[in-house]
């Protein structure tokens, strides 16, 4: 029986022909209009290839002004050292291997936080710090039960002192600044819980399409255009079609990404 690690290598061969890496030098581009806050909460729906593909651009606009940034992810606390040793690696299938090595991406089920196109968004960050920019990451979920967003709040808060700006990927729900949620209206998401912040929230919006998503049962799953504002693609102003949220990001199409190891 093959080991974990070859099983890995074989995988990290594999999903590297489908991870243009060249695409990781194409020119990049603050989005028209978008405001550049020192803290973004960008809310996703789990399982897209567009989301990811955003705060690659996003950590990559900002690396070219010359910041240093913290691309915060709701990634399980534990793949922290995986995730700046990869940072910091030559990204050969070796370390991708050991990135994928972790719980996190070989778990079952794979609910879209571990899938191809974040391993995208991973090697495009690692090639922009080679470069030189000042990219760091951050996972930033506990997974404690009742009090995720509070912890997730609590590390982005702790990213964010003294002024570095911070881009954080999470999904849509923890991402608002709005308390409350269906049938609980007490809940405190981390957006809202970072208030005193003053954080940028944009939710990342798109026509029908698909995403990798758990319902219970994962799987690409349909997504509606009801999450798309007329044809009006990037960033406009929330105004009050998405409380919570300050600004809305139309995508300009919505398409499942599987998990990275499938």
């Given at each position: 029986m ?15 022909s489908g ?7 194409t ?52 793949e ?118 003053n ?13 990798w ?13 009801n ?36």
């Amino acid at each position: 029986m093959k080991s974990l690690l070859s099983l890995l290598l074989l995988a990290s061969t594999a999903l590297a022909s489908g991870i243009a890496l060249a695409d990781d030098k194409t020119a990049c581009t603050w989005p028209l209009t978008m405001p550049a806050p020192s803290l973004l909460l960008v809310g996703e729906v789990h399982g897209t290839n567009e989301a990811p593909a955003l705060i690659g651009d996003l950590a990559c606009a900002s690396a070219k002004s010359g910041n240093a940034v913290v691309v915060a992810l709701e990634v399980p606390i534990e793949e922290q050292a995986r995730l700046d040793h990869f940072l910091t690696s030559d990204g050969a299938d070796a370390d991708q291997a050991a990135l994928l090595s972790g719980r996190f991406w070989t778990r079952q089920p794979q609910d879209g936080r571990s899938s191809a196109a974040m391993l995208k968004l991973l090697h495009r960050l690692r090639t922009l710090h080679a470069e030189g920019a000042g990219i760091s990451l951050l996972a930033v979920d506990d997974g404690m039960a009742g009090s995720r967003d509070a912890g997730m709040a609590m590390r982005i808060r702790a990213a964010h002192n003294g002024g570095t700006p911070v881009i954080a990927l999470l999904g849509n729900v923890h991402a608002s600044r709005k308390k409350g949620r269906q049938g609980m209206p007490d809940y405190e998401p981390a957006g809202y819980l970072l208030s005193d912040r003053n954080p940028h929230s944009v939710y990342v919006r798109g026509p029908a399409g698909t995403a990798w998503v758990c319902v219970p049962e994962c799987g690409v799953t349909p997504i509606p255009n009801n999450r798309f504002v007329g044809d009006k693609k990037g960033y406009l102003p929330a105004y009050e079609v998405m409380p919570g949220y300050d600004g809305l990001y139309g995508a300009s199409s919505t398409t499942a990404s599987l998990p990275a190891i499938n």
